[in-house]
């Protein structure tokens, strides 16, 4: 069929208000005039647009739909010519303008893969569209991968193709006489695309205000997240002042730098506090330029001396722990009306009393304009005493704290942060060292833990996962002494930290009698320490109240790490979490409570929660609830939310998604159906496949456990391929989760594939992946080829290749050559930056962490691994370890001293009480990097090797074939290294 060149026929405009008609006039450029246009200006983005949030599956099916000439949509453009509107992008001179409205993700990709960069306008992720190749023998697009492409000539780079044209490409296929002819149709159809024309829709006419574009807008956004009102307010501010959107994100970005994490809609509504005492952005529909940029600075102003107060008083010093988000703004108004600052200490203790209650009790938990509206007025007539009356009011009389409050668990309970300032401000004491757990005292370098003071391992057969995890089981300590203590009873270690250090146990607010110590008294160990909890925090708050202890005195920040993970589940979700961002979807809140807007009512503790969508305004918000029985699911869903109550479920509804949108067709990605596959079925897959059936029914009978997604899967694809499809994955499945908490691995798939019987149907690094599953959770397969080290992370390994291992199987060979390094940034005395910037790893602060770096040689090969962010970088060592202030490091050609860099880091360890005989210098060793990523594109997984030791041998298989793989370099087998060397 000849393709359309003439327009044809519009349908009647569609009538969206009584204002205006749409669409008005359309045209049908082709995409190269498209990106033209972007270059030069006419074709713009409205600041009010939210950036770019595509993934690669998405690229991949745009340019899949493109290549077969599919429909892909058109866009809708604003044509105007006034300069009142805030943009993106170069600006052209004068004229009239294009602004994008809808299509956005869309033009981005296509400037993205024909450009080689990102469009002027752009704001996100490049890695979306940068490498994408077309194979010209399967005509399908797939992202660069250097191990399966680099030496495959069929694999085409689709910017390449369109930078240069076919030429380049008329003796690639030497190699393939019979079919050049064929692949060099297939990529100028390809380059064609260029030639392909756009509808494109316009809303033209100089009546058109921002705010009736808005709603348009909003109206065919039917796939996004709705501009919000505060969005709409900004717009409008944007257009009267250009920075402002910018300099809001300047500011978000240094809180964040310090550790907490605000939004773009709180800061203005602080900022609409300040100028207006209004809760409604609407307020700021008449207030000029000017005035907002007074309004922010004071604002930010506000805010900082709030946060100063918060934490140097309370402790509140990083996100997780600053609660109640919202009482902030009314801190702002108030600070704004009493002349920028706290009257006297007495002042602040009483502000500070308030909002600690606003945020327990959930004050604008619903209803939040409303309630904030009600305060910015009470504190305008009745300051402070005003906010608090009107709390105790609300409140039924007295704010009281009592034992029951503390019977939430997570760390999204919103009493954690209450236990975490008992801790910071009443001298909580740590069990090892038996010194106060305060900045001064314990050193820089010191952090924290969350500590279960029973632990979760001796738990888990006897009672749930919500009373494992109750507050009132949780601690603070060092790290240290987190790990030293380990996995000890009670009943062992009270008595002995105890003696050590008397008074230690009263002052975390451990009931002192020992027959609540043991396994059988739990559930009453937990209630009197809710009543030493409660106690303690009454008493802190009354003193906030009276102002009689008030103090000058600021305590500094502590870091507060997670400690290893030894648990399936939270394995699971962490690999989910990493697994999606792998893919290109946005970081979800963790154990988030949900609350309803409406009423402020308790929904749901969400252990994953994306408020904005999978993708940053795209689609609804999504919750994973793990613990259903306890969320009130329908009201959840009647508000929009899209929940999940398995990892399982969540990530087969992303890769569905993922598939749909690459446009990949379900049954390229199956194997052969059961039906099918049962013809041709190997004895040994038969005999596989009836023990898969038996592992089903022996879960549900003996183990309670009733695997209906696993019954699905086996039904639909077959037995052998649902294993294989299980082992594939990097997240543990919901069945391994679950039959780990009932002390039945010997019922998973893991177990079953490792059987001696059955490892000749699997390959190498699927058992691999099997035994790495079963090992990190202290089962030992009974298989016949030697179990590798648990990857978990060594608790007190000191020799240079030490490895935590739950079995007391040999280490495999190393092959001589690969080192994991970890590169610490704790208390940010290094940086990645400055070892990616000017080549080089480091270590120090004690012999312990420096010797094991001494021993990379000159020619080794290594992985460098970034705590809580993972693996970011490949190299090879350069040169011997050096102390850094006699270390030299090639830069632009030039030998330079490593203090005379521009560094992040300070290099240096400031020790409290040092050893004369210890060495605390930073100790430097050059690299030359094959590969590096930034910390957002780090390779973190559950399943990889991580060590607590600054250098090491990497032994660990899996973990190799996974780091070569990410950062392209070879992997260079041990067998084969022998073989060379003999």
Same mark, same amino acid.
Request: glycine share 6%; with cysteine.
């Given at each position: 069929?000849?393709?359309?060149?003439?327009?044809?026929?519009?349908?009647?405009p569609?009538?969206?208000?009584?204002t205006?008609?749409?669409?008005?006039?359309?045209?049908m450029?082709?995409?190269?005039?498209?990106?033209?246009?972007?270059d030069?200006?006419?074709?713009?983005?409205?600041?009010?647009?939210?950036?770019?949030?595509?993934?690669?599956?998405?690229?991949?099916?745009?340019?899949?739909?493109?290549?077969?000439?599919?429909?892909?949509?058109g866009?809708?453009?604003?044509?105007?010519?006034t300069?009142?509107?805030?943009?993106?992008g170069?600006?052209?001179?004068?004229?009239?303008?294009?602004?994008?409205?809808d299509?956005?993700q869309?033009?981005?990709?296509?400037?993205g893969?024909?450009?080689?960069?990102?469009?002027?306008f752009?704001?996100?992720?490049?890695?979306a569209?940068?490498?994408?190749?077309?194979n010209?023998?399967?005509?399908?697009?797939e992202?660069?991968?250097?191990?399966?492409?680099?030496?495959?000539?069929?694999?085409?780079?689709?910017?390449?193709?369109?930078?240069?044209?076919?030429?380049?490409?008329?003796?690639?296929?030497?190699?393939?006489?019979?079919?050049a002819?064929?692949?060099l149709?297939?990529?100028?159809?390809?380059?064609?695309?260029?030639?392909?024309?756009?509808?494109?829709?316009?809303?033209?006419?100089?009546?058109?205000?921002?705010?009736?574009?808005?709603?348009?807008?909003?109206?065919?956004?039917?796939?996004?997240?709705?501009?919000?009102?505060?969005?709409?307010?900004?717009?409008?501010?944007?257009?009267?002042?250009?920075?402002?959107?910018?300099?809001?994100?300047?500011?978000?970005?240094?809180?964040?730098?310090?550790?907490?994490?605000?939004?773009?809609?709180?800061?203005?509504?602080?900022?609409?506090?300040?100028?207006?005492?209004?809760?409604?952005?609407?307020?700021?529909?008449?207030?000029?330029?000017?005035e907002f940029?007074?309004?922010?600075?004071?604002?930010?102003?506000?805010?900082? +001396?709030?946060? =100063?107060?918060?934490?140097?008083? $309370?402790?509140?010093?990083h996100?997780r %722990?600053?609660? !109640? #988000?919202?009482? *902030?703004p009314?801190?702002?108004?108030?600070?704004?009306?009493?002349?920028?600052?706290?009257?006297?200490?007495?002042?602040?203790?009483?502000?500070?009393?308030?909002?600690?209650?606003?945020?327990?009790?959930?004050?604008?938990?619903?209803?939040?304009?409303?309630?904030?509206?009600?305060?910015?007025? +009470?504190?305008? =007539?009745?300051?402070?005493?005003? $906010?608090?009356?009107?709390?105790?009011? %609300?409140?039924? !009389? #007295?704010?009281? *704290?009592?034992?029951?409050?503390?019977?939430?668990?997570?760390?999204?309970?919103?009493?954690y942060?209450?236990?975490?300032?008992?801790?910071?401000?009443?001298g909580?004491?740590?069990?090892?060292?038996?010194?106060?757990l305060?900045?001064?005292?314990?050193?820089k370098?010191?952090?924290?833990?969350?500590?279960?003071?029973?632990?979760?391992?001796?738990?888990?057969?006897?009672?749930?996962?919500n009373?494992?995890?109750?507050?009132?089981?949780?601690?603070?300590?060092?790290?240290?002494?987190?790990?030293?203590?380990?996995?000890r009873?009670?009943e062992?270690?009270?008595?002995?930290?105890?003696?050590?250090?008397?008074?230690?146990?009263?002052?975390?607010w451990?009931?002192?009698?020992?027959?609540?110590?043991t396994?059988?008294?739990?559930?009453?160990?937990?209630?009197?320490?809710?009543?030493?909890?409660a106690?303690?925090?009454?008493?802190?708050?009354?003193?906030?109240?009276?102002?009689?202890?008030?103090?000058?005195?600021?305590l500094?920040?502590?870091?507060?790490?997670?400690?290893?993970?030894?648990d399936?589940?939270?394995?699971?979700?962490?690999?989910?979490?990493?697994?999606?961002h792998?893919?290109?979807?946005?970081?979800?809140?963790?154990?988030?409570?949900?609350?309803?807007p409406?009423?402020g009512?308790?929904?749901?503790m969400?252990?994953?929660?994306?408020?904005?969508?999978?993708?940053?305004?795209?689609?609804?918000?999504?919750i994973?609830?793990?613990?259903?029985?306890?969320?009130?699911?329908p009201?959840?869903?009647?508000?929009?939310?899209?929940?999940?109550?398995s990892?399982?479920?969540?990530?087969?509804f992303?890769?569905?998604?993922?598939?749909?949108?690459?446009?990949?067709?379900?049954?390229?990605?199956?194997?052969?159906?059961?039906?099918?596959?049962?013809?041709?079925?190997?004895?040994?897959?038969?005999e596989?496949g009836?023990r898969?059936?038996?592992?089903?029914?022996?879960?549900?009978?003996?183990?309670?456990?009733?695997?209906?997604?696993?019954?699905?899967?086996?039904?639909?694809?077959?037995?052998?391929?649902?294993?294989?499809?299980?082992?594939?994955?990097?997240?543990?499945?919901?069945?391994?989760?679950?039959?780990?908490?009932?002390?039945r691995?010997?019922?998973?798939?893991?177990?079953?594939?490792?059987?001696?019987?059955?490892?000749?149907?699997?390959?190498?690094?699927?058992?691999?992946v099997?035994r790495?599953?079963?090992?990190?959770?202290r089962?030992?397969p009974?298989?016949s080829?030697?179990?590798?080290?648990?990857?978990?992370?060594?608790?007190?390994?000191?020799?240079?290749?030490?490895?935590?291992?739950?079995?007391?199987s040999?280490?495999?060979?190393?092959?001589?050559?690969?080192?994991?390094?970890?590169?610490?940034?704790?208390?940010?005395?290094?940086?990645?930056?400055?070892?990616?910037?000017?080549?080089?790893?480091?270590?120090g602060?004690?012999?312990?962490?420096?010797?094991?770096l001494?021993?990379?040689?000159?020619?080794?090969?290594?992985?460098v691994?970034?705590?809580?962010?993972?693996y970011?970088?490949a190299?090879?060592?350069?040169?011997?370890?050096?102390?850094?202030?006699?270390?030299t490091l090639?830069?632009?050609?030039?030998?330079?001293?490593?203090?005379?860099?521009d560094?992040v880091?300070?290099?240096?360890?400031?020790?409290?009480?040092?050893?004369?005989d210890?060495?605390?210098?930073?100790?430097?060793?050059?690299?030359?990097?094959?590969?590096?990523?930034?910390?957002?594109?780090?390779?973190?997984?559950?399943?990889?090797?991580?060590?607590?030791?600054?250098?090491?041998r990497l032994?660990?298989?899996?973990?190799?074939?996974?780091?070569?793989?990410?950062?392209?370099?070879?992997?260079?087998?041990?067998?084969a290294?022998?073989?060379?060397?003999?």
């Open positions: 069929m000849a393709r359309r060149t003439q327009p044809v026929p519009h349908p009647p569609l009538i969206f208000s009584s205006f008609l749409f669409p008005e006039r359309y045209r450029p082709k995409l190269s005039t498209l990106l033209d246009e972007i030069s200006g006419t074709v713009l983005l409205p600041e009010f647009q939210r950036g770019y949030v595509w993934n690669r599956d998405q690229v991949r099916g745009l340019m899949r739909s493109l290549y077969r000439s599919y429909p892909v949509g866009l809708l453009m604003w044509e105007t010519a300069s009142d509107v805030a943009v993106r170069e600006i052209a001179s004068g004229g009239v303008r294009q602004l994008l409205l299509g956005q869309r033009v981005t990709s296509l400037y893969v024909v450009r080689g960069t990102p469009p002027p752009f704001e996100g992720d490049p890695s569209f940068s490498g994408l190749y077309f010209v023998e399967s005509e399908i697009f992202f660069y991968r250097p191990i399966s492409m680099a030496d495959d000539p069929c694999w085409v780079s689709v910017t390449q193709l369109f930078r240069e044209g076919l030429k380049p490409f008329f003796m690639a296929f030497a190699d393939h006489p019979d079919k002819n064929t692949y149709d297939r990529l100028n159809t390809l380059s064609q695309i260029l030639h392909r024309e756009f509808n494109v829709e316009k809303i033209t006419g100089s009546d058109k205000t921002v705010d009736e574009v808005v709603d348009i807008f909003n109206r065919v956004n039917s796939g996004g997240t709705k501009l919000s009102k505060g969005d709409l307010a900004l717009a409008s501010l944007c257009a009267q002042w250009p920075p402002a959107r910018q300099e809001m994100r300047d500011h978000l970005a240094v809180w964040k730098k310090a550790g907490f994490d605000f939004t773009l809609d709180w800061l203005l509504r602080n900022a609409t506090a300040v100028a207006r005492g209004r809760a409604l952005f609407t307020a700021l529909s008449n207030v000029k330029a000017d940029e007074r309004a922010l600075t004071s604002a930010v102003a506000h805010i900082g +001396t709030f946060l =100063d107060a918060v934490s140097g008083r $309370l402790g509140l010093d996100d %722990v600053l609660m !109640g #988000r919202y009482a *902030i009314v801190v702002s108004r108030l600070l704004e009306l009493n002349g920028g600052k706290f009257t006297d200490a007495a002042h602040r203790d009483k502000v500070l009393y308030w909002y600690v209650h606003s945020a327990l009790w959930g004050r604008f938990s619903g209803s939040t304009e409303s309630y904030l509206q009600q305060d910015y007025d +009470t504190v305008r =007539d009745s300051g402070v005493e005003g $906010l608090i009356a009107t709390l105790e009011r %609300v409140r039924g !009389g #007295r704010l009281e *704290i009592l034992p029951h409050d503390f019977d939430g668990s997570t760390r999204g309970s919103r009493f942060p209450l236990l975490y300032l008992l801790t910071r401000v009443k909580a004491r740590d069990f090892g060292s038996g010194l106060e305060r900045a001064e005292l314990l050193g370098l010191t952090s924290l833990q969350v500590h279960h003071i029973f632990p979760k391992a001796l738990l888990r057969d006897r009672y749930d996962r009373q494992v995890n109750a507050i009132a089981n949780f601690c603070f300590l060092t790290q240290a002494t987190n790990l030293e203590i380990g996995k009873a009670p062992e270690y009270f008595a002995e930290v105890e003696a050590k250090n008397p008074g230690v146990l009263a002052s975390q451990i009931p002192t009698d020992p027959t609540l110590w396994i059988d008294r739990y559930p009453d160990f937990l209630a009197a320490r809710r009543e030493l909890l106690e303690a925090a009454q008493s802190f708050l009354d003193e906030l109240r009276s102002g009689s202890q008030s103090t000058e005195e600021s500094q920040p502590l870091a507060v790490t997670d400690a290893e993970p030894d399936p589940r939270t394995l699971q979700i962490q690999a989910m979490i990493a697994e999606l792998d893919l290109g979807f946005a970081e979800p809140d963790v154990d988030t409570e949900i609350t309803d409406t009423s009512r308790f929904l749901s969400a252990e994953a929660f994306w408020p904005e969508g999978l993708q940053h305004g795209v689609g609804d918000p999504v994973l609830e793990l613990d259903p029985d306890e969320a009130d699911l009201r959840l869903e009647e508000l929009g939310y899209k929940v999940f109550t990892v399982d479920a969540l990530l087969g992303v890769n569905n998604l993922n598939e749909a949108a690459a446009g990949v067709a379900e049954s390229t990605e199956r194997e052969e159906s059961p039906a099918t596959a049962s013809d041709d079925a190997t004895e040994l897959e038969s596989f009836s898969i059936r038996e592992l089903y029914d022996r879960a549900r009978r003996e183990a309670g456990y009733n695997a209906t997604h696993f019954i699905s899967m086996v039904a639909n694809i077959g037995p052998l391929a649902t294993a294989k499809k299980l082992l594939a994955s990097r997240t543990i499945s919901d069945g391994f989760s679950e039959l780990w908490e009932r002390g691995i010997d019922l998973t798939v893991e177990a079953l594939v490792v059987e001696p019987a059955f490892e000749s149907l699997f390959t190498d690094t699927e058992l691999d099997a790495h599953r079963l090992t990190q959770f089962y030992s009974k298989s080829v030697p179990t590798p080290p648990s990857t978990r992370a060594s608790t007190s390994a000191t020799a240079a290749d030490s490895v935590s291992t739950a079995s007391t040999e280490k495999p060979e190393w092959n001589g050559q690969d080192w994991y390094v970890c590169l610490g940034e704790v208390n940010d005395s290094r940086n990645w930056d400055d070892a990616r910037k000017y080549g080089f790893v480091s270590a602060g004690g012999r312990w962490y420096s010797d094991t001494k021993n990379l040689q000159v020619g080794d090969r290594v992985f691994y970034v705590p809580k962010v993972g970011v970088g190299g090879t060592v350069a040169g011997s370890a050096a102390p850094a202030d006699e270390t090639e830069v632009d050609g030039q030998e330079v001293s490593f203090r005379s860099l560094l880091g300070p290099y240096t360890h400031e020790i409290n009480d040092p050893n004369p210890e060495d605390y210098q930073e100790w430097i060793v050059p690299v030359v990097w094959e590969r590096t990523v930034d910390r957002e594109s780090a390779l973190r997984e559950a399943g990889l090797f991580a060590n607590q030791n600054s250098a090491c032994r660990d298989e899996h973990t190799l074939n996974r780091v070569t793989e990410f950062f392209g370099v070879a992997n260079r087998d041990r067998f290294q022998t073989a060379d060397s003999q």
